[in-house]
Structures are given as C-alpha cells and as structure tokens.
C-alpha cells in the first residue's frame, strides 16, 4: 500500500482534484468527412489522496476542465479513492441540470479515469490487474488516412504502420466534404489498397458523411478493394439508417464513438445497427461505464472496438472477452508519445499494457512538455 490512509485499514479518501488544459498543433492539417482542424486539445485530471496521485484525460473543448472545477471536484472529494463506481454515479446524479451528453461527458469521463488510476496506484497495481486481464496482448489499428492528406502523406502513414511497426489492420478517412467528393473517395481507398498490399486488412470511416444509398453505393467499391469495416457510414444518430446500410453490404458497420450514456449503446444494440460496437471511455463516462458497454455488447453477441485515445483504453481493453481491437489512432498517439513517459509500443499489431508491472496506466506526466503545451 502507498498511502498513510490505508495503515490501519482505514479507507483513503480522494483530497483533491485538479485540471490542466493542453492543445497540441497537429503535425499536418487533418480533417474527416465532416471536420477539419490543426490542434487538438487533450483536458487533463488529476487526483490525489495522500501522497499519491492518478490522472486521466479526454479530448475536447478547454471548457471541460470549467465544469470538472465546478460541478465534479466538490462531488469527488472527500469520497473514498477506493469506490469509483460509487463516485461515477454521485458525479451523474450531480449534473442532471446540467446535460449529461457532450461536454459534461467528457468531464465525468476524465475524472473517472483518473480516479481508476488512483485506486491502482494506491494498491501499487497495473489497472490491468486490478481489473482482471482476459488477454495478455490487445490487438490496434493503425488509423490516420485524413482527407486533407496528399497522396504521398497517405503512403508514407499507411507503410509506416503496415512496414515498419507491422501492424496487420489500418483506417483511413472518406466521406469528403460531407460526401460530396466520392469520386476522390475512391481513388485514396484504391491507393490505399495498392500501398498495403493484399494481406492487411483495411478499414474505412465516412463520420457520418453520407446518405444512406450514398453509402450503399459506395460500398460496392469499397468491397471491390476488400475493405472489412465500414464505420459511420451515416450519422451514429441515425440508427435506422445505419441498420439499413448494415443489411446491405458486405462489409462490418461500426460506430458508437458518440455515445455519451449507456442507454445510447442500449438503443444501438436493439436497432441492430452495428456488427461491432465502438465505445469512448473519454466520453462514455470513462472506464466504469466504457465496460458496461463491453457488457452489453458480449450479451448482444458483438464484439466492442476502443475508440482513439488508446493509452486510456489499453488496461480495460485487456480485461474484457469480446474485444476486436483498439484504434492507434495518429492524432492522440502522437500526443500520448509527447506527454507521458511509458507510452506502449505497438509493433506486431498488439499492445501490452501492465507487462512493465508499473502501477496504474503506467505512464506519468512529462512536466516539462506538458507545460509547453499548457493553455489553462
């Protein structure tokens, strides 16, 4: 044990919590079928109980840490560091006027997680094994292929992940301009297929991008190029459509990276809308709700895929039974690799979180860095 608080049996109660925002510049300018953008903004928490500190992150506006600093940190606080589901539920019953989905999502979310890196750092634990691990090693996809890429930025990712780290499975973006550039949409998929060869699986994600026969068109090139996953295909908010795509083609429809409340992945999974669900624990709720999801998913019969943020996912991904895979997602990875220090290694398609037998997550904070990059 790490703190005073546990001499004796007595339980450590969480002392305090605090934010940090940090917005990173992109390497290139990135965008999907929906969005462009040049800096993405990761809003840390921290967690404390004695002389131990956990921390955990979402990406999303700075405002976040407003509400993690107005309306979580006095819910949190004095709680038992031990009990995080149990402050998981008082932070939900505490933002009922507030709106749950979105923002305050990703609030509840962060604090979450760095509060299941507490509770493993005070029993000087991997999460991986405070959880329980089903698996040893957890599968990623390399994905990135944004629109705003030309074609030799394209490339050069796709046999960074395929040649030098060997990962067998790699995403790029479609849905241009909200669908309107089809046509280019399917010379990068082409290119894509003819950079990685005829042995990497490769996957697909429109954003919600097109309409639904839009994306039932599309999907007969996509087969052609043997593209195995179709994600968002249409708006994840519209689970008809996306159930109607999923009927009529060939490839797996995914999505569920927007859901910020289990009775969303509930809604999903009666439409029949996915063949595996995704699941973001930085907006979900964080890990306490991320594995309900995983639960529900392996009662439906489905596998669940971690959406981005993989150093955040990697512990519970090892602890559930129906996991497909995680995203290695460019974005976030490159910012996780800046930040912190014990980041994983993703060579041979598969990660291994807690084999270093660090406590937690394993990683810790790079101040200097973090610094650089701190905007609130």
């Known amino acids: 044990m790490n703190t005073a608080e546990h001499e004796g049996g007595a339980e450590p109660p969480v002392a305090s919590v605090g934010t940090a925002v940090h917005t990173v510049p992109t390497d290139a ?11 993405t903004t990761l809003v840390l928490v921290t967690v404390r109980s004695g002389t131990t500190t956990g921390f955990g992150w979402t990406y999303g506006a700075p405002a976040t840490a407003q509400v ?18 149990g402050a998981n539920e008082a932070m939900n019953r505490a933002v009922r006027n507030a709106g749950r989905p979105g923002l305050v999502a990703g609030a509840i979310s962060a604090v979450d997680l760095a509060l299941w890196d507490l509770k493993a750092r005070l029993l000087d634990l991997p999460l991986v094994r405070l959880l329980g691990a089903c698996r040893a090693d957890v599968p990623v996809y390399g994905s990135g292929g944004f629109t705003t890429y030309d074609a030799g930025q394209q490339e050069r990712q796709l046999r960074h992940w395929v040649a030098e780290q060997d990962i067998p499975r790699v995403k790029i973006k479609i849905g241009e301009s909200w669908g309107n550039a089809t046509r280019r949409d399917a010379e990068r998929v082409t290119a894509a297929r003819r950079t990685i060869g005829d042995t990497t699986d490769l996957y697909v994600d429109a954003n ?14 996509l087969a052609q190029q043997g593209v195995t996953w179709f994600e968002e295909p249409v708006s994840s908010d519209d689970l008809a459509g996306l159930a109607q795509v999923r009927g009529a083609v060939t490839a797996d429809v995914t999505a569920g990276e927007y859901g910020y ?19 973001d624990a930085t907006r979900c709720g964080g890990l306490t709700v991320w594995l309900r999801a995983a639960a529900l998913a392996e009662a439906a019969g ?30 976030h990875v490159r910012i996780e690799n800046l930040l912190f220090d014990g980041a994983l290694d993703p060579a041979g398609g598969s990660i291994r979180p807690g084999a270093d037998g660090a406590p937690g997550h394993g990683l810790t904070l790079r101040a200097d860095l973090a610094e650089k990059y701190r905007t609130h």
């Open 302 to 331: 489905l596998e669940i895929s971690g959406h981005c943020a993989p150093h955040v996912h990697a512990h519970a991904a090892a602890a559930v039974p129906n996991l497909r895979h995680l995203e290695w997602f460019h974005d």
């Open 68 to 85: 993690v600093t107005d309306q979580l940190a006095d819910v949190v606080t004095g709680r038992c560091a031990l009990d995080v589901p």
């Open 29 to 39: 300018p990135e965008g999907d079928g929906t969005l462009t953008w040049d800096a």
């Open 261 to 279: 409340t289990l009775p969303y992945f509930h809604h999903m999974l009666r439409a029949d809308a996915v063949d595996c669900l995704q699941a």
């Open 208 to 221: 919600g991008g097109y309409s639904r026969k839009q994306a039932v068109r599309m999907a007969t090139h």
